[in-house]
């Protein structure tokens, strides 16, 4: 899910009904479940990392807790997806990093969704632990070992690096694509 300022695929008010027409058509049940949310974004079963990073990801849209995103949920993670900004698309990065909700991150936080998120990054050579370890040093500002919700909007605005390993990649510009034209 880049979190670019613009969107070079903007999402229309008409395509987004084409995809709720699509939810309610491949869920009748107006639940959606893992599997099909595992099969949307294309990710293999026999893929642990990947299987743990959607798995996270579509925890954080279940906000009502009960294993199935319904319709509005769906529409909530749709737009956050498709036409989220960059201040919603970091405060939900920020959300996913901060498993324990207390409003901080401290370096347990950062590298278990690294461990999990897979890397598109020309620093392969670093692990989690040291990425996580450079992410301290350039957003955590008063050196108190935890990162703000303030401190990781700043840090991840002002530095590029930064931004690229915070940012949590959600790619459903190819579903959309090739399922907005399902309807006549």
């Not at 987004?16 to 939810?23: D, G, N, P, T």
């Not at 595992?38 to 906000?63: A, H, M, Q």
Request: one cysteine or more.
């Amino acid at each position: 899910m880049g979190q670019e300022g613009s969107r070079s695929e903007e999402m229309d008010l008409a395509q987004i009904q084409e995809l709720c027409i699509l939810f309610m058509k491949e869920c009748p049940s107006g639940a959606l479940h893992l599997h099909e949310f595992k099969r949307i974004f294309g990710v293999p079963s026999n893929s642990s990392e990947e299987c743990l990073y959607i798995e996270t990801i579509f925890s954080s849209f279940d906000t009502n807790r009960d294993n199935t995103l319904d319709f509005l949920e769906y529409v909530a993670a749709l737009h956050l997806i498709l036409r989220g900004n960059l201040e919603d698309r970091l405060k939900w990065s920020f959300k996913m990093y901060d498993k324990d909700g207390n409003g901080k991150l401290d370096r347990v936080n950062i590298p278990a969704v690294l461990y999990s998120k897979p890397l598109q990054t020309a620093d392969l050579n670093m692990t989690p632990t040291e990425i996580c370890d450079r992410i301290f040093e350039l957003v955590d500002q008063n050196n108190d070992g935890q990162i703000t919700l303030s401190e990781f909007m700043e840090g991840a605005q002002k530095d590029e690096w930064v931004m690229n390993m915070l940012k949590l990649d959600v790619n459903a510009s190819g579903w959309v694509v090739e399922n907005c034209g399902r309807f006549p």
